[in-house]
């Protein structure tokens, strides 16, 4: 929990690989209480909200993505959508 | 022009987002069937965002459905009326179908709404030289290649189509 909060802190959301914040979080999700994953839920959404808006703000204005953008894409909101309510 | 609101979402909203970078993701992978699934589900969860329409165009147009495309396309311009992108596309659908007054009206109306953007004079030249208006193409060609030094279109290249014009200009002095 604390190594995925620092993640979050220092804005490593979804790279780099293995130790973003979204790695982490797939990676200890198991083992998390509710009241944990409710923490994160709270702290990571409102950033992979923003981070992806920003993201898709550039593909607004310019007409192609990078497949390396879209790679962070997918990763951003495939975590928003895990933890966002079903 | 994109997410108005941007905290909070709602659920709905990360849901279309993310069928919407996996339906970028397939197009990626060149699964034209699987990105349109996807951006459909996109739309599905949130009917009010232009992008997710104007990917869902280019989708159908990859599956050579152009009336599904245009549809697409209209619905983006009706979302976002400023954004000139779904706006070309639109005009693109014409342009390859044929209907030149249809793709003249669109690329004009796309230069209307930003006339910084070169894509939409180069289209504009072809849509005229392939009605034989040597001249109005030789004039939107070089318009195109004049904004491209500034920003470059992914839709030619400054040197060729500078080329092409002096062709088409020796064409024009041939009685």
Known sequence: ?86 | MIGQQIWPPSDNKILSRRDYVQGMAASFKGDPSAALQFLQDSVRYDGTWAPAYNELGKAYVRLKDHDHAADSYRKAIDLDPKWVFPQVNLAGVYLHDKQWDLAEQGYLKAIQTDGTYATAWYFLAQTYEAQKRRADAIAAYEKAVQLAATRPSSAFKPDIVQRHVEKLKSKLLTP
Do not use: C
């Open chain 1, 1 to 86: 929990m604390a190594r995925i909060n620092r993640a979050l802190d220092a804005g490593e959301l979804v790279v780099p690989e293995k130790s973003s914040a979204y790695d982490l979080y797939r990676h200890f999700k198991p083992s998390l209480s509710a009241a944990a994953l409710n923490g994160i839920k709270e702290k990571a959404l409102p950033k992979l909200n923003i981070a992806g808006e920003v993201f898709l703000q550039k593909r607004a204005e310019r007409s192609s993505f990078k497949e390396s953008e879209v790679r962070q894409l997918l990763s951003i909101y495939d975590w928003a959508a895990d933890l966002a309510p079903q």
